[in-house]
């Protein structure tokens, strides 16, 4: 059985949101979508996008998401928050679970012991753990958590 690619799932909501006139729904998925054609035509040769780059694209248009309605908040447009932040949810429905705090915690220790064994220690091994417990983590993880998790269990 052919399983729908996570663009395929996205296209095929546009269209629901499309005849349910779902407006936030339709605005976030129609700027996930484009953000993906942009992606999948900026090279020289046209790409399909795997559902791996997919999810990349959607954790940034989710991030973009997420600053706009802090910038709402920070302007004193409270009405332009909730529909930011309504448009974020709708896109984070595509993506994969984030690990819990503990989870991130403990692959933070295991890659600490890791560069260590490697000879690396301290502070001088927060780039090598970073990009270690990021690959570990996925795309979805948050950069800025784990640099804060790494810096606190090197220092």
């Known amino acids: 059985m052919n ?9 095929t ?11 936030v729904a339709l605005s976030a998925l ?3 979508l484009s953000a993906m054609a942009v992606a999948e035509t900026a090279g020289d040769e046209l ?3 795997s559902d791996e780059q997919v ?12 600053e706009t309605a802090d910038a709402f908040v920070t302007a004193g447009r409270p009405e332009r928050v909730e529909r930011a ?11 994969p679970a984030s690990l819990s705090d503990d989870e991130l915690a403990s ?20 780039g090598k753990v970073i990009a270690a417990v990021r690959a570990r ?18 220092a």
């Open 3 to 11: 399983q729908v690619s996570l663009k395929g799932q996205l296209q």
């Open 13 to 23: 909501a546009l269209t629901a949101a499309m005849k349910a006139r779902d407006e």
């Open 30 to 32: 129609r700027q996930a």
């Open 47 to 49: 790409v399909v996008l």
């Open 55 to 66: 999810i990349a694209v959607l954790v940034v248009e989710v991030r973009k998401h997420h």
């Open 85 to 95: 932040r309504a448009e974020a949810a709708v896109l984070e429905v595509y993506l």
């Open 107 to 126: 692959i933070v220790r295991e890659e600490i012991a890791v560069a260590a064994a490697a000879g690396a220690e301290g502070m001088k091994a927060m």
């Open 137 to 154: 983590a996925g795309a979805t993880a948050d950069g800025a958590k784990i640099a804060t998790m790494v810096k606190a269990a090197l």
